[in-house]
């Protein structure tokens, strides 16, 4: 009773209490998605991306030899 009351009043559950909700019939449960969670940062980025010139420029070098 009181988890419909503070449905009705606007109130969000988590996504883990949702799921329970959603077992119980009281709620519509759909999976959240967030796939810019799963990728690395700017920083993180910027580094692969100077890795991948220099080994580009080392085998460029190895192949001209």
């Known amino acids: 009773e009181r988890v419909k009351h503070w449905l ?16 119980q019939g009281l709620v519509k ?6 796939p810019k ?5 700017a ?3 910027e580094r692969a991306k100077e890795r991948a010139e220099k080994a580009a420029a ?4 190895s ?3």
């Open 37 to 41: 969670k799963s990728q690395p940062k």
């Open 63 to 65: 192949a001209a030899e």
């Open 8 to 23: 009705s009043k606007g109130a969000q559950p988590t996504d883990r209490v949702a799921r329970f909700l959603a077992a």
């Open 58 to 61: 080392g085998a460029d070098a």
């Open 29 to 34: 449960w759909s999976h959240a998605n967030s």
């Open 43 to 45: 920083k993180a980025q």
